[in-house]
T-cell receptor, first 113, second 118 residues
């Protein structure tokens, strides 16, 4: 079945450094890849997304890259700040059927001041 | 726009009782709603997908007789945990898909319901 792998599971960076989180998906029909930030006890918040017809997308300090051939996509956060500390989830969805999300296992990011 | 609410936000119940959780799209009509369960320090696991007026589609391993889903209108879906047991304690999150709001594939998440079964 569909599967999304996410690495690393935990990531600690110094404030101001960059953080990169990687995901690999299995369903070649997947065409939409959102990234969510979740703080403890809260709902996931969409921070950036990318469609399969685009290779890269950037929004201020956050960027996402997609390699369809290799079936992997990555989240890049530059100039990290303590408030970036949270759990980040990638997801993949395909147009077949219900457009359901398959989530990655999550990355706990800790930005050290 | 594209706001999803859930009620209650927190519920504590005794083992063997049933609990109903409501998920509402406040300012849009949701063609599809999704129910997720999230255990501590784990990812969101999709339980089922529901479309208004039709039976929910459950993911493998999710008991449809235990987790009853009703999607009575384009703005309301309910999840009933029947005969709840301590192992059902979890964070339940709904989401709604609205092709006319935001990105075509985007799901909008509710704030979640923390269920604790004693």
């Amino acid at each position: 079945g569909e599967n999304v792998e996410q690495h690393p599971s935990t990531l600690s960076v110094q404030e101001g450094d960059s953080a990169v989180i990687k995901c690999t998906y299995s369903d070649s029909a997947s065409n939409y890849f959102p990234w969510y930030k979740q703080e403890l006890g809260k709902r996931p918040q969409l921070i950036i997304d990318i469609r399969s017809n685009v290779g890269e997308k950037k929004d201020q300090r956050i960027a996402v890259t997609l390699n369809k051939t290799a079936k992997h996509f990555s989240l890049h956060i530059t100039e990290t700040q303590p408030e970036d500390s949270a759990v980040y989830f990638c997801a993949a969805t395909s147009p077949s059927g219900t457009y359901k999300y398959i989530f990655g296992t999550g990355t706990r990011l800790k930005v050290l001041a | 726009g594209a706001v999803v609410s859930q009620h209650p936000s927190r519920v504590i119940c005794k083992s063997g009782t049933s609990v109903k959780i409501e998920c509402r799209s406040l300012d849009f009509q949701a063609t599809t709603m999704f129910w997720y369960r999230q255990f501590p320090k784990q990812s969101l696991m999709l339980m089922a997908t529901s479309n208004e007026g039709s039976k929910a589609t459950y993911e493998q391993g999710v008991e449809k007789d235990k987790f009853l889903i009703n999607h009575a209108s384009l703005t309301l879906s309910t999840l009933t945990v029947t005969s709840a047991h301590p192992e059902d304690s979890s964070f339940y999150i709904c989401s709604a898909r609205a092709p006319l709001a935001g990105s075509y594939n985007e799901q909008f998440f509710g704030p979640g319901t923390r269920l604790t079964v004693l």
